[in-house]
């Protein structure tokens, strides 16, 4: 009994899955996902869109509010926040000249070359440290304040008794404005270092030691002044003249400037600003060029000379 109920159930299931296989009743199979993406060598490769590329896909979609007059405005505005990277003409060039005065005090020896207060108000870096350093080593020393503290100095030099010359001079630009120092030398021996620390020196006679100064615009630096101060010493020399037959015709005498080039000063001045040249401790030395233009012999004691070199500067027009 029990092996003919086993053959019967397994006919029965034969049966049934025979009906289903002849009815269609299969198990479907899941439709695979669209592709998405770029085609590479006839290759496609399928990406699974995600919650965050269908938000951004939705943020790049027009608005309704998109209307061809808010895309013009946008655009509008976009040019308009670029305009000031736009090229424009260059503005007109100021034509700046100066009024230059310098004062040239004699005052007693020491009186502002060795005061440390006077100098701590200067700022002695306005020229370059290898300028500097020559200068110093020649005896002369420069350095440059600011129109704030004009009365400050002022006050310094009204302590000490003195006189003092003044110059001016009006221009755009100056090549040689001759200031004397020194004049009816009858003799005298200047040795200076160069820039490679060379000393060299000479001999004058019947002489004259001055500075030639010379001012001009400091490019692309409205109002400010560059400035070039060089000692210079002008001697009397002599020299016979003879004739094409060997005829002595006698003496002639000229005058021969020669200018003391190592020791030359070149440096931009400020707007509102002057500058102070003075002696350096290394003026002690009877042959330096600080010795030999900034101090001289007084009545009774040892006296020094000071520049002080103010520009002012003024528009002319209205630019170039």
């Known amino acids: 009994m029990k092996g003919q109920r086993i053959n019967g159930l397994r006919r029965n299931l034969s049966l049934t899955a025979t009906g289903l296989m002849l009815g269609g009743c299969a198990m479907p199979a899941s439709s695979p996902p669209a592709a998405t993406g770029s085609v590479e ?8 869109p995600s919650r965050q590329n269908a938000a951004e896909s939705k943020a790049a979609l027009p608005r309704r509010d998109d209307s061809p007059t808010a895309s013009g405005e946008t655009a509008l505005r976009v040019v308009r926040a670029s305009d000031g990277d736009a090229p424009k003409d260059p503005q007109p060039a100021l034509d700046i000249a100066f009024k ?23 700022n002695e870096q306005v020229i370059d440290p290898a300028s500097y350093d020559v200068l ?24 000490h008794p003195g006189k003092a010359a003044q ?43 001055l500075f030639s100064i010379g001012f001009e615009p400091t490019p692309r630096k409205p109002g400010s002044m560059r400035l070039t101060l060089a000692p210079v010493v002008r001697s009397e020399r002599r020299r016979l003249e003879f004739s094409v037959l060997n005829d002595e015709r006698g003496e ?25 040249v003075a002696p350096s401790p290394e003026a002690r030395w009877p042959v330096s060029v600080g010795n030999a233009f ?27």
């Open 252 to 276: 002639v005498q000229y005058v021969q400037p020669e200018m003391i080039y190592d020791c030359n000063l070149r440096l931009d001045v400020p707007m509102d600003s002057f500058i102070v």
């Open 294 to 320: 900034l101090l001289t012999e007084g009545k009774s004691e040892l006296l020094e000379q000071v520049l002080i070199i103010v520009p002012r500067p003024f528009q002319t027009g209205e630019g170039k």
């Open 136 to 159: 110093q080593r020649n005896g002369v020393r420069v350095g440059e304040a600011a129109f704030s503290d004009w009365s400050y100095f002022r006050a310094l030099i009204d302590q």
């Open 167 to 209: 110059a001016v001079s009006v221009a755009r630009e100056q090549k040689n404005l001759q200031l004397e120092m020194k004049t009816g030398i009858p003799l005298q021996d200047i040795f200076h270092f160069s820039s490679s620390n060379a000393l060299t020196g000479r001999t004058y006679e019947r002489c004259t030691n």
């Open 100 to 122: 230059v005065e310098v004062y040239q005090l004699t005052l007693p020896r020491g009186a502002v070359s060795q005061n440390a207060e006077f100098w701590n108000r200067l």
């Open 41 to 48: 060598t006839g290759r496609v490769e399928t990406v699974q």
